[in-house]
């Protein structure tokens, strides 16, 4: 074969099939709407759940102080699930497809290191605050109880946040970071093809 | 800029780009929508003062490179399927072999060879993928080396 193998030939022979561009531009709008959805249905989910319990507090005028910093706590760790998880997809809107490669890669490891951030310390103030928001909600109506159902009470929850805290939470977190180590770990291999035999010269 | 010219004119450069990424034809065809996916949510948002074609080539390189994290995020049936068949036929065994070489180098390389062969200038390459125009002509000098030796080895 001849030694000079016109590569540039070669490589501009492969052809493909256009897709047919109105598909294309229809099936783009259900993508983007889709996305959107899942964002306002969190979203939607939250202030409805928040809304309910301010109007528990309206209508059933809790006595103690206990109750109603039970309340706020409540309201206060869905609102940071929230903020923190909105911030999350506006991170990933704001995010330039336009850099340069090299940049992007710096990018989207800043941007999964935050992520990781959101997904462990967030995690972890949400269920702490909705846990203390819980118990302390509960005590006005416990007292009220005998001692046996008191303890009962408080059990039961007890346990349920302890599920929540020993099982639950260290699974949603182990699943989500399994995921992102191995991102990270790929994004930075990336970088670094790019970037080792820069000293080269 | 109209988002339909510019699909007629990129898109077989961009499916190349990506066949050389990943050599497998379904895939590349997905990865190529995706990019002008990308390409047409940020076509507003594209400034007169870079060179489209730096731009398109962006967006397609850092797409390819984030292919890892794709599957959940467009689901493979939400992809357009009516696709004109014209599929892998009748190509020639060399042009196969060459689009398999490439997919075997690190990730960032492959980038690099396709964009060469595509005929961008090399400052434009430089550009695309943010590495001094030295050192990309130095990477490219390599790949070629290293694809001319693959190609040899292949013929004895």
């Known amino acids: ?201 | 800029m109209v988002f339909e010219d510019l699909y007629k004119s990129y898109w077989q450069k961009i499916f190349r780009l990506c066949m050389g990424y990943i050599n497998d034809y379904d895939l590349a065809q997905d990865m190529a929508q995706e990019t002008f996916i990308i390409v047409w949510q940020q076509l507003p948002k594209f400034r007169n003062e870079a060179n489209i074609s730096t731009w398109i080539f962006r967006i397609a390189s850092n797409n390819c490179l984030r292919q890892i994290e794709k599957q959940k995020r467009f689901p493979k049936a939400a992809l357009p399927v009516h696709l004109k068949e014209e599929k892998e036929e009748n190509i020639e065994p060399q042009i196969q072999f060459l689009y398999a070489c490439i997919s075997e180098l690190p990730e960032t390389d492959r980038i690099i060879i396709s964009l060469e062969l595509e005929n961008i200038k090399q400052s434009e390459i430089a550009s695309i993928v943010g590495l001094s125009e030295v050192n990309i002509r130095v990477k490219i000098h390599r790949i070629k080396e290293k694809l001319t030796q693959k190609f040899k080895e292949n013929e004895s």
């Open chain 1, 1 to 201: 074969m001849n030694p000079n193998i016109n590569f540039n030939e070669l490589w501009a022979k492969q052809k493909t099939g256009e897709p047919d561009i109105e598909d294309l531009l229809s099936k783009m709008n259900t993508f983007k709407k889709s996305n959107l959805k899942k964002l306002i249905i969190t979203n939607l989910l939250l202030i409805t759940t928040s809304l309910f319990i301010i109007l528990i507090w309206v209508y059933f005028q809790p006595q103690m102080i206990t109750t109603k910093i039970g309340i706020i706590v409540t309201i206060l760790a869905m609102a940071i699930f929230v903020i923190g998880y909105n911030q999350s997809f506006v991170l990933f809107r704001k995010q330039t497809n336009a850099l340069s490669t090299t940049e992007y890669l710096k990018d989207l490891l800043a941007i999964k290191a935050q992520q990781e951030f959101m997904q462990t310390t967030m995690l972890n103030l949400y269920f702490i605050l909705l846990s203390a928001g819980i118990g302390l909600y509960m005590f006005e109506y416990t007292v009220r109880m005998t001692a046996f159902w008191g303890i009962v009470a408080y059990g039961i929850t007890s346990i349920w946040i302890l599920f929540n805290w020993f099982y639950l939470r260290p699974k949603q977190i182990k699943k989500q970071q399994s995921k992102l180590d191995e991102m990270i770990g790929k994004f930075e291999e990336l970088h670094e093809q790019l970037t080792q035999n820069e000293s080269i010269h």
